[in-house]
């Protein structure tokens, strides 16, 4: 007997075993993550807290306590750094997918070589230069390093959204009395923002949880909240740094399920397009 | 020039001189003269990538001529933008605004143009009337049939009053009744308003039906103009004859009192004949005397059934021919073609080496 042909209930065992592991690997983390918020005292040899209770999360709420200013600070980066993307996105996304651009894969393949370079020497680089012309430890300088990121995702995005507004549609209006800019702003920009929407989304999480250039080029002048957690974390607080992970997944998982209804098979079917 | 001349004394209400349209090193239009007059419907009819559908694109602005002027109304538009030529065009994919609603397709032309918003009400109102689609406004238009989106195309385009209605292939997306039915219906609105109209089409049928004039387009040049029964009778070309349905084309001897035999069959000059499947007869008795018709004998090759009738290929000794006849008969019967004197087109004879009447030509 092969393992193709095994017995029904052997293989729903099998299977139940499978999406269990399955499960743990994916939630295990999870779980512990919500232990460690809840737990009051939990030391070395025992499996489960010895205490649950919410005084971590007053310590994180109360108005001196410095994580709601760093979610202030993570917000207010994540939606410059939105703001800055789009800037760039819109019209670079635009020119990418009508103008007949002779280099235009290698331009999109431009924009994803900050993803494939290792990150850390780039930031060390980054953090060098931005110290010799006084963006060190800004927010300017923050939101600088995240937009090279998140200018991937919204190029990338932006041009596939507008790839798949048909030409036609602009011409009707071109056609009926609208002057070029009329017609990007009733027509094009209208029907592509969908795809628009998705691509800030993405920006503001990617930005919302980027560590590592925030660590080289803002600290210590910015704290944003994975910096906080990072600092909770190292100091073997590991209340604090599980809450702010929680606070964290807030805004990830909204906004996920709202880009699932925004990007659509059209606009996902033009991507690198 | 002597066109020139004539075109200045008695402009036509478009009138398109000398237009040449390239794209790289490829000529798609080549030196295209044409006038339409006010309130006619003109057909701009030929095969995919004839150039046709350029013309059209240039007189709507999207395609930027290298020579040649286009005027409506005696005003030079060559060189406008789209927006400011007072064209609407219909699409072949329709290109409404999916983000809008049909009232607001159909006022997008007048909210260009300034119109107050009761203006515009009353305005996309009449359109609805007009178009028989009453209290359609507030539907999107994503939930429309194939036939109520041409219509709401249809009105976006009227509800402007444009000077010139320019239509891009708008039945092809349409089922067969649909298209028979709207056909009739755009031909009956288009003479009520009398709206000088440009129709882009590949199908000889509407070309016939709906137009006052029909000019055939081949490889980027205009091969003949004039009314539907003009074109489809007395076809000046090989190549018109053929898109008009003289599907029959084969080299016959001509002699000199003019009666035809087929090739080879006596003394005579020789020429090309066309005529259509269904204008000729099959005869399978005895050899017709031959009198003033073409009578090509040889047998029956193939039978297909087309409903009224069969449709026969007879191979002769110049070739293969079809003929149309209403009884059915075995494969290999023996049997002439007769065609009429009248039925038959005759060209001159085809060179050898032009097979490819209709494949791009280079620039002249």
């Not at chain 1, 906080?228 to 190292?234: D, E, K, Q, V």
């Not at chain 2, 009337?129 to 041409?150: A, I, Y």
Request: some cysteine.
């Amino acid at each position: 007997m092969n393992a193709l042909t095994l017995p029904s209930p052997l293989r729903a065992l099998l299977r139940a075993v499978l999406l269990a592991l399955f499960a743990f690997a994916i939630f295990g983390p999870l779980l512990n993550l919500f232990l460690w918020a809840f737990a009051e005292r939990w030391y070395f040899p025992s499996k489960l807290p010895l205490e649950y209770g919410l005084t971590f999360w007053y310590r994180v709420f109360q108005p001196r306590g410095n994580a709601l200013a760093s979610l202030g600070t993570s917000v207010w980066i994540a939606v410059l750094t939105v703001f800055l993307s789009l800037a760039v996105a819109v019209p670079a996304g635009y020119a990418l997918a009508r103008l007949k651009l002779p280099w235009r894969s290698a331009i999109l393949l431009v924009f994803l070589l900050p993803q494939a370079v290792p990150n850390l020497p780039v930031y060390v680089n980054i953090a060098q230069v931005f110290y010799q012309i006084g963006l060190n430890g800004t927010i300017v300088g923050v939101v600088l390093v995240h937009a090279s990121h998140g200018l991937v995702l919204a190029v990338w995005i932006a041009s596939a959204a507008f790839a798949s507004v048909d030409v036609s549609l602009e011409e009707a209006a071109r056609n009926l009395g609208a002057s070029a800019w009329t017609c990007f702003r009733t027509v094009t920009l209208p029907i592509a923002a969908p795809g628009l929407i998705a691509s800030a989304i993405f920006v503001f999480l990617e930005s919302l949880d980027e560590f590592t250039g925030t660590y080289f080029v803002g600290v210590p002048d910015v704290t944003t909240l994975p910096l906080l957690m990072f600092n909770a974390s190292m100091g073997g607080n590991y209340q604090i740094a599980s809450i702010t992970a929680l606070l964290l997944l807030i805004p990830s998982i909204g906004f996920m399920l709202v880009v699932e209804r925004f990007l659509k098979a059209d606009v996902l079917a033009m991507v690198g397009r | 020039m002597i066109a020139t001349d004539r075109l200045k004394a008695n402009p036509s209400y478009l009138s398109i001189e000398a237009l040449t349209v390239a794209y790289g090193a490829t000529r798609v239009l080549d030196r295209v003269s044409l006038g339409v007059e006010r309130g006619e419907m003109i057909a701009l009819l030929g095969s995919s990538g004839c150039g046709k559908t350029t013309l059209l694109r240039a007189i709507a602005g999207f395609v930027r001529p290298e020579s040649g002027t286009i005027r409506v109304g005696g005003k030079d538009i060559t060189h406008l933008p789209p927006e400011a030529r007072e064209t609407a065009m219909m699409f072949q994919s329709y290109a409404l605004w999916p983000h809008m609603n049909v009232a607001d397709n159909i006022a997008y032309g007048l909210r260009m143009r300034g119109w107050t918003k009761a203006a515009m009400a009353a305005r996309v109102a009449d359109m609805l009337k007009l178009l028989q689609l009453d209290g359609f406004g507030p539907r999107p238009v994503t939930q429309l049939s194939g036939g109520q989106r041409q219509r709401v195309a249809l009105g976006r385009a009227l509800a402007i009053d444009p000077h010139l209605l320019l239509l891009d292939e708008p039945m092809s997306n349409l089922d067969y009744k649909v298209r028979l039915e709207l056909r009739h219906e755009l031909r009956a609105l288009q003479q009520r308003i009398s709206i000088t109209a440009v129709y882009v089409t590949h199908d000889r049928e509407e070309a016939l039906t709906l137009s006052d004039r029909i000019a055939v387009i081949d490889a980027g040049r205009i091969v003949q103009v004039g009314a539907p029964e003009e074109i489809f009778h007395r076809p000046t070309s090989a190549f018109v004859a053929g898109f008009m349905g003289a599907d029959n084309a084969i080299d016959v001897t001509q002699r000199d009192d003019g009666t035809l035999l087929a090739a080879g069959g006596g003394p005579g000059a020789r020429v090309r004949a066309h005529f259509r499947s269904d204008s000729a007869r099959l005869e399978t008795g005895s050899t017709p005397s031959s009198g003033p018709d073409l009578v090509l004998s040889g047998t029956i090759e193939q039978a297909v059934y087309i409903g009224q009738g069969y449709r026969y290929r007879v191979r002769t000794p110049g070739g293969d021919v079809w003929v149309h006849a209403p009884d059915r008969v075995p494969e290999g019967t023996p049997a002439c073609v007769v065609v009429p004197r009248q039925a038959v087109l005759l060209f001159p004879p085809e060179p050898p080496d032009s097979a490819t009447t209709s494949a791009m030509r280079p620039a002249a």
